[in-house]
């Protein structure tokens, strides 16, 4: 038997990489955003900063699992 002639090589995961990246900057800026609420309200978070910051960190922490996904499906 022959191998086709057509042998791309395959895709490398820079679609993984990419969310894995956008999951990674979601979940610092949801972090950096808590304690730099933190630091400059004496300790208090207001309630729209804690719910800015759970969105983000829950993005991120999405993305990345994600990304986990489609590295493991190639």
Request: aromatic content about 2%; overall charge negative; glycine content about 10%.
């Amino acid at each position: 038997m022959n191998e086709p002639e057509n042998t791309t090589p395959r895709r490398t995961n820079d679609d993984a990489e990419t969310v894995r990246a956008a999951g990674n900057v979601a979940f610092v800026l949801g972090v950096a955003q808590a304690l730099l609420l933190l630091v400059a309200n004496d300790g208090e978070l207001p309630d729209q900063a804690l719910t800015g910051m759970l969105i983000l960190t829950v993005a991120g922490i999405g993305l990345r699992i994600e990304a986990a996904i489609r590295e493991r499906g190639r």
